[in-house]
């Protein structure tokens, strides 16, 4: 089993950047493909982009690609989502968390109950 508790969120005027950290506990962090989600009041858990295991692959959402960047680094046990170019529809509550399958398809990576571990949480308001 994993735990993960993310950090970094706060308020950033629009334009501005963000950097979320998702650190994990235990020995085992490489073997987890590794999500970030974000849901806002009202509305549903939505994927905001992933990693794959090893950090070669990356996979985002049409609605940050090109302006948020997840990496990770596996002696840290962190995962990071940088955040530029923030737009006030990025306010939201975002989520990191850890997909144990050993397989899966890039549709299969934005559902959230793919995901087996999730962290507390961390909030981003983006005003405008």
């Known amino acids: 089993q994993v735990q993960l508790v993310e950090s970094g969120g706060g308020l950033v005027q629009a334009g501005g950047s963000l950097r979320l950290s998702c650190s994990a506990s235990?020995?085992?962090?490489?073997?987890?493909?590794m999500g970030w989600f974000r849901q806002a009041p009202g509305k549903e858990r939505d994927f905001v982009g992933a990693?794959?295991?090893?950090?070669?692959?990356?996979y985002y959402a049409d609605s940050v690609k090109g302006r948020f960047t997840i990496a990770r680094d596996n002696a840290k046990n962190t995962v990071y989502l940088q955040m530029d170019s923030l737009k006030p529809e990025d306010t939201a509550v975002y989520y990191c968390?850890?997909?144990?399958?050993?397989?899966?398809?890039?549709?299969?990576?934005?559902?959230?109950?793919?995901?087996?571990?999730w962290g507390q949480g961390t909030q981003v308001t983006v005003s405008s």
């Open positions: 968390a850890a997909d144990r399958s050993l397989f899966t398809t890039p549709q299969a990576m934005g559902r959230p109950d793919r995901y087996n571990y």
């Open positions: 235990g020995p085992t962090f490489s073997t987890y493909r």
């Open positions: 990693i794959s295991k090893s950090g070669g692959s990356t």
